[in-house]
């Protein structure tokens, strides 16, 4: 899978979300947020590691809806779907939480 470097503003609904195939890595934060910048190096090895699917950063905050449809509260949350329905989530993720993210996808 390839890693996207930048949470970019919201450019799907949760319908069109939804409906994507395959396997998608949602990744919600922000450029700024010190606890995702500090976290990339793991996100991207992981991502990295993932069979082939999409990795989608998504600028989260306040009065986001796509953020608050998955109940996000703290950054980076990693949403790891297939077929529209979400396998597993890591929030603010260490390396063992990483590594479980995987071990659920493989």
Same mark, same amino acid.
């Given at each position: 899978m390839q890693y996207q470097a930048t949470y970019e *503003?919201? %450019?799907?609904t949760r319908d069109q979300l939804d409906a994507l195939e395959g396997l998608v890595v949602v990744e919600f934060g922000t450029n700024w947020c010190g606890h995702c910048q500090a976290a990339q190096s793991g996100i991207e090895q992981t991502i990295a590691a993932l069979p082939q699917g999409r990795h989608i950063k998504v600028e989260d905050g306040p009065g /986001?809806? #796509?953020?608050?449809s998955f109940r996000v509260k703290l950054w980076p949350t990693l949403i790891v779907m297939?077929?529209?329905?979400? #396998? %597993? /989530? =890591?929030?603010? *993720?260490?390396? =063992? =939480? #990483?590594?479980a993210l995987t071990a659920a996808v493989s």
């Open positions: *503003p919201e %450019t799907l /986001r809806r #796509l953020g608050r297939k077929e529209g329905q979400e #396998l %597993t /989530r =890591a929030v603010r *993720p260490d390396k =063992a =939480a #990483l590594e």
